[in-house]
């Protein structure tokens, strides 16, 4: 599962804002009190920072399992084939290797990807004389 780069920079930046809020807070605390602020709350900030992260990253895995497993459904039968067989593997393989596990002719293979890249199920990138097919669902 990759995380998208607009995700990673949302989430980067909300742990920045939580750092600058915490000095804000710091400052106001020792500014009343003569005393940094314990550590145990630095502590359970992080923690909770974790749980949250990891909370997120499970249901959102999820979730994009079920609509990978709706997307395949839907699917006439051979492209549901091809898709299934990027699934098996990482989401990413050879054209070469699909035609050699799906038991399709080249040309059938191609024109597949073809309707399914139109459709914006994979993306074809060259990859010397193959083309390197992604699963982008």
């Known amino acids: 599962m990759e995380i998208e780069p607009k995700r990673l920079i949302v989430g980067m930046t909300l742990v ?3 750092g600058i ?5 710091n400052g106001f605390y020792v500014q009343s009190s003569g005393e940094a602020l314990p550590l145990v709350v630095y502590g359970l900030a992080f923690l ?15 979730i994009n399992k079920a609509q990978v497993f ?11 084939v091809i898709v299934k067989i990027l699934l098996e593997h990482n989401n990413r393989l050879e054209q070469n290797y699909v035609v050699a596990l799906s038991g399709l002719s080249k ?10 890249s139109e459709r914006g199920v994979v993306e074809k990138k060259p990859l010397g004389n193959t083309n390197l097919v992604v699963l982008k669902v």
Do not use: C, H, N, T
């Open 70 to 80: 709706r997307l395949v459904k839907l699917l006439p039968p051979e492209e549901r």
């Open 16 to 18: 920045f804002l939580l």
């Open 107 to 116: 040309v059938k293979v191609s024109r597949i990807l073809a309707r399914l």
């Open 21 to 25: 809020s915490f000095a804000i807070v």
């Open 48 to 62: 909770s920072l974790l749980v949250g992260a990891s909370v997120m990253l499970l249901f959102q895995w999820k």
